[in-house]
């Protein structure tokens, strides 16, 4: 295979429920999260990223207090945000927390930067809301400047400057892998090429390939600027289960839940079976027994061309055993499949290639 493919797990911490249905504390999510990764690590997988959210149904508000954790009880697997909110915090902080990470764990950390789907941070931190955009760039555009190492002279609109200023810790072994999530905007994509840095598609619904478009902007925007295009990833949900039946009948009650629970806020209509099957069927929802998802994971990577895929395990209150028998399904069986089948067929290629 001419680009190997990394694969991992992404969780925002949902909160679950016991085995009698009811709702578990946060603190033993936040647990269980930490169980399930140790058990993703023993199996090889290359990845695994927690989200950050502000809000009762996830219980996760600080990934690097997670992944130190995780750090501790783990081997080599890379560990990373899924995304850090960055328009609502301070670049510098979020800068040391993850060198700190990566201090602890002998080079493992990753950051996901982006600017947050969910915006419960933004009046919980006293930020202005309607700064949504300006404040992304203006911090984006300091944390690239940290990242170049050594003393920062740098200066913006939303905050005071910084004359020849060293930040500690700094990185052992430069630079931070660092990576951009985009959620589909073009601008997007041409500003994480502005500074050089990769990209992670959250492709959450609808055909994954409807992306290329994306991708190919990507390879162009890098080019123009003298720069080797970076590497990309996607990011998208599912749940595999011995029997493509199984995964769908276990998923689609707490899919929905969540679905609908987000969608109230953001007016959304309730998430009927046909739209969930369509989805699991021909969409970005990776939703059934081990040969079905590597199947469709395959399809994804040999058509966009990305190098990392990295699988949202987690739906709302879908249980821990559950989550547990899903990773162990998606290490030992998924993604053997996966390397298999890609080894047999070559990866898409980009206009720029």
């Not at 328009?87 to 990470?101: A, E, G, K, M, Y």
């Not at 902007?217 to 295009?229: M, N």
């Not at 609908?260 to 939703?287: C, K, M, N, Q």
């Not at 890609?342 to 990866?347: F, I, N, R, Y």
Request: aromatic share 8%; proline share 7%; hydrophobic share 40%.
């Amino acid at each position: 295979m001419a680009n190997p493919i990394e694969l991992g797990l992404d969780t925002f911490g949902d909160v679950t429920r016991d085995a009698d249905g009811t709702l578990l504390p946060q603190g033993e999510v936040i647990r269980n999260v930490v169980e399930e990764a140790v058990l993703a690590d023993k199996l090889g997988l290359d990845f695994f990223g927690v989200g950050e959210h502000h809000r009762e149904d996830f219980a996760i508000s600080s990934p690097e207090m997670v992944l130190a954790a995780i750090a501790g009880k783990t081997e080599r697997i890379r560990l990373g945000s899924s995304v850090t909110v960055l328009s609502s915090d301070d670049p510098i902080r979020v800068f040391q927390r993850f060198s700190t990470l990566n201090a602890v764990s002998s080079g493992r950390a990753e950051v996901i930067l982006g600017r947050g789907s969910f915006t419960e941070s933004f009046p919980l931190f006293g930020f202005d809301l309607s700064q949504y955009q300006e404040l992304f760039e203006e911090k984006l555009d300091l944390f690239a400047a940290l990242l170049r190492g050594g003393p920062v002279t740098w200066q913006g609109a939303l905050r005071p400057p910084l004359s020849n200023q060293r930040v500690f810790p700094e990185i052992e072994t430069p630079p931070l892998k660092t990576w951009i999530g985009v959620g589909g905007s073009p601008e997007s994509i041409v500003r994480a090429a502005r500074y050089d840095l990769p990209i992670i598609l959250a492709i959450i619904g609808g055909d994954p390939l409807r992306f290329k478009p994306l991708v190919e902007l990507a390879a162009r925007a890098y080019a123009e600027r003298g720069e080797t295009p970076k590497a990309i990833g996607v990011h998208s949900p599912g749940y595999v289960a011995e029997t493509d039946t199984q995964a769908r009948d276990e998923l689609w009650p707490d899919y929905k839940a969540m679905l609908d629970r987000i969608g109230r806020d953001r007016g959304w209509p309730p998430l009927e079976r046909d739209r969930f099957e369509a989805e699991a069927d021909s969409g970005a929802l990776y939703v059934g027994s081990p040969e079905t998802v590597a199947t469709k994971i395959a399809a994804t990577v040999r058509g966009l061309g990305i190098t990392r895929f990295d699988l949202k395990y987690s739906a709302g209150t879908l249980s821990h055993d559950k989550l547990m028998r899903c990773i162990e399904l998606y290490g030992g069986k998924v993604v053997p499949l996966v390397k298999e089948m890609l080894a047999a067929a070559p990866l898409a290629r980009t206009e720029a290639e």
